[in-house]
């Protein structure tokens, strides 16, 4: 298929606005952490005389919206599956607006936490779309790069969105932080629309033949990796508000400072995992893995101090954020022509590892364990991650050996 030529103009527009969807959602998830004593404080009796019981529980926020995540990533790369890539992006960014503006509204815990999980629904599959289209856009052989741009608005908004939102929501409410994220969205709407080019459906998919793509172990193998590997960064991100203020003695208006250290890292750490994808994926996971359990250590040692806080936030950042670049394109590759079912699946892993590490870490802080023993649930985490790294090479290498196919995949619909 002839790919659209495109302007330098409009393909500088049509990335920016793919990158600027990932940046309101990272915006709207991570926000969220750092303002959880807020929402608590609100919709939550007995804040006051039980903070700890009451912020385990607003952490029921973070778990529906990644289940919704893990609910709708699947479900929309299946039924698209003849969808035009491009079309389907519009829908997604719309349920976006809609689910972030009832967020905002909600008078409830109960009412937020449902729409919570409705905006959630579009996460995995624009970030699987976005990325597709990001591949197209750039031109052949810049897999790697094309994924860490379409997630780079995700590192980017725990530099600037993120800090933003949670100073807002400090200032002004937290349901000021959710309309900041609807005009994101609504921003980014417009200019995909504008900038996008409208690429056509495939006629010849079909959701079954789109979910016979799940019959490669190879493909449940890397959802483990991400689905409990990646727990790992959400047990301790959940809770950093807390860490900042209850076991490091800063202010809460030190909370947006610590954020955005840990986003210059998830930054720069998506840089070079894209980077580093395109020449030898599996050297960076199994690398980037090493590296983050050791951060994850010292982080239980050292975050009390404010200068070991910064300083391992922002080693947090990098080596987690090396890690997703080189798990999507696996993904990617290894679902063959599934390839927006493999992407979407992939934060559809990462965000069961969300639920997964907030979880565990709202366990260990309601038993009394304190606010840095996630930490130690995180580096458990990842020690599997990087075993199941391992068992996806042996597998790989396997399959190598008998011949079998193991790349083979188009970002063409």
Same mark, same amino acid.
């Given at each position: 298929?002839?790919?659209?030529?495109?302007?330098?103009?409009?393909?500088?527009?049509?990335?920016?606005?793919?990158?600027?969807?990932?940046? #309101?959602?990272?915006?709207?998830?991570?926000?969220?952490?750092?303002?959880?004593?807020?929402?608590? &404080?609100?919709?939550?009796?007995?804040?006051?005389?039980? !903070?700890?019981?009451?912020?385990?529980?607003?952490?029921?926020?973070?778990?529906?919206?990644?289940?919704?995540?893990?609910?709708?990533?699947?479900?929309?790369?299946?039924?698209?599956?003849?969808?035009?890539?491009?079309?389907?992006?519009?829908?997604?960014?719309?349920?976006?607006?809609?689910?972030?503006?009832?967020?905002? *509204?909600?008078?409830?815990?109960?009412?937020?936490?449902? /729409?919570?999980?409705?905006?959630?629904?579009?996460?995995?599959?624009?970030?699987?779309?976005?990325?597709?289209?990001?591949?197209?856009?750039?031109?052949?052989?810049?897999?790697?790069? #094309?994924?860490?741009?379409?997630?780079?608005?995700?590192?980017?908004?725990?530099?600037?969105?993120?800090?933003?939102?949670?100073?807002?929501?400090?200032?002004?409410?937290?349901?000021?932080?959710?309309?900041?994220?609807?005009?994101?969205?609504?921003?980014?709407?417009?200019?995909?629309?504008?900038?996008? !080019?409208?690429?056509?459906?495939?006629?010849?998919?079909?959701?079954?033949?789109?979910?016979?793509?799940?019959?490669?172990?190879?493909?449940?193998?890397?959802?483990?990796?991400?689905?409990? &590997? /990646?727990?790992? /960064?959400?047990?301790?991100?959940?809770?950093?508000?807390?860490?900042?203020?209850?076991?490091?003695?800063?202010?809460?208006?030190?909370?947006?400072?610590?954020?955005? *250290?840990?986003?210059?890292?998830?930054?720069?750490?998506?840089?070079? &995992?894209?980077?580093?994808?395109?020449?030898? !994926?599996?050297?960076?996971?199994?690398?980037?893995?090493?590296?983050?359990?050791?951060?994850?250590?010292?982080?239980?040692?050292?975050?009390?101090?404010?200068?070991?806080?910064?300083? *391992?936030?922002?080693?947090?950042?990098?080596?987690?954020?090396?890690?997703? !670049?080189?798990?999507?394109?696996?993904?990617?590759?290894?679902?063959?022509?599934?390839?927006?079912?493999?992407?979407?699946?992939?934060?559809?892993?990462?965000?069961?590892?969300?639920?997964?590490?907030?979880?565990?870490?709202?366990?260990?802080?309601?038993?009394?364990?304190?606010?840095?023993?996630?930490?130690?649930?995180?580096?458990?985490?990842?020690?599997?991650?990087?075993?199941?790294?391992?068992?996806?090479?042996?597998?790989?290498?396997?399959?190598?050996?008998?011949?079998?196919?193991?790349?083979?995949?188009?970002?063409?619909?």
């Amino acid at each position: 298929m002839t790919e659209p030529s495109l302007s330098p103009l409009r393909r500088g527009v049509a990335l920016f606005a793919l990158a600027f969807g990932g940046f #309101g959602i990272g915006v709207t998830e991570f926000a969220t952490m750092g303002l959880l004593p807020d929402i608590a &404080g609100e919709l939550i009796p007995g804040f006051e005389q039980a !903070p700890d019981r009451v912020i385990a529980q607003a952490g029921v926020l973070i778990t529906v919206y990644a289940l919704g995540v893990v609910v709708g990533a699947p479900t929309f790369a299946v039924l698209a599956a003849r969808m035009s890539q491009t079309r389907l992006a519009f829908w997604l960014l719309g349920l976006f607006i809609v689910g972030t503006v009832a967020s905002a *509204c909600m008078p409830t815990f109960g009412s937020l936490a449902l /729409f919570r999980f409705v905006a959630a629904l579009p996460h995995g599959a624009y970030f699987g779309v976005a990325s597709l289209l990001a591949a197209r856009i750039m031109g052949p052989g810049k897999r790697g790069r #094309g994924i860490a741009l379409a997630l780079s608005g995700l590192t980017i908004a725990n530099v600037v969105g993120v800090p933003l939102a949670t100073w807002m929501g400090q200032l002004l409410g937290w349901r000021s932080a959710y309309v900041l994220v609807a005009v994101i969205f609504a921003t980014t709407l417009l200019l995909s629309m504008l900038a996008l !080019p409208r690429y056509p459906g495939n006629p010849e998919r079909s959701p079954l033949r789109e979910l016979s793509a799940l019959r490669n172990p190879r493909i449940w193998v890397m959802i483990a990796v991400g689905s409990v &590997g /990646f727990g790992g /960064f959400f047990a301790v991100y959940s809770y950093i508000a807390e860490v900042t203020t209850r076991e490091t003695g800063l202010s809460p208006a030190m909370v947006p400072w610590v954020l955005a *250290c840990l986003g210059v890292g998830m930054t720069i750490g998506n840089l070079i &995992g894209g980077w580093a994808t395109d020449r030898d !994926p599996r050297r960076t996971v199994t690398w980037g893995f090493i590296g983050f359990i050791i951060v994850l250590v010292l982080y239980t040692q050292l975050a009390w101090h404010p200068v070991g806080l910064f300083a *391992c936030g922002f080693m947090l950042g990098v080596t987690s954020s090396m890690l997703i !670049p080189s798990i999507q394109s696996r993904l990617i590759r290894i679902s063959d022509e599934a390839a927006l079912l493999g992407a979407a699946v992939n934060h559809a892993a990462f965000n069961i590892g969300n639920s997964l590490g907030a979880w565990l870490g709202g366990i260990v802080i309601a038993g009394g364990f304190g606010y840095l023993a996630p930490g130690w649930v995180g580096a458990a985490l990842a020690v599997v991650g990087l075993g199941l790294v391992a068992v996806s090479n042996t597998v790989e290498r396997r399959d190598k050996a008998r011949g079998l196919n193991t790349v083979g995949i188009s970002v063409v619909e």
